[in-house]
């Protein structure tokens, strides 16, 4: 399974208002609530928070890739969020973060949650695609700049 094929542009959000990592990881919980009826945004929020603080997701360089599991996921499934200011978000570096790749994958897919993680760092490990994003001015370039690093990806694996 690659991130191509769980992050569906209706998952793209831009200039996402902050505050801070909890009102971040409630609005997502919040939307995709909303994008797949059978998630609730209590559990999916409970969940996120749970594994930030088994250690923060916040990787550096002003990204962090929430993730959890969730029992009423049937599938994997991703979202990304730009936000309109950094928030801190206790990453590694120390840095505040504005790039959200969050992650939820079904109790018993081990294998691919970690392949997908492994994605989503090498994606967003690449200082070009970093930078795209910051300089998108939609949710349909943040979607093409996602779509075509992942791409490359594939192409190197």
Known sequence: MTLDQILPSDRILFDVEGGSKK???EFFSGFISQNIPSLD???VFSRLISRERLGSTGVGNGVAIPHARNSHCRQPLAGFMRLQQAVDFDA???EPVDLLFVL???EAAEDTHLSLLAQIAE???AAETRQALRNAQD???LHDILMQAI???STRV
């Open 104 to 106: 939820l994958v079904p």
């Open 23 to 25: 009102r971040v990881l």
């Open 151 to 153: 791409s490359q990806l």
């Open 139 to 141: 949710a349909q370039e």
């Open 41 to 43: 945004s209590q559990e």
């Open 92 to 94: 590694i570096d120390g």
């Open 123 to 125: 994606v967003m490990n």
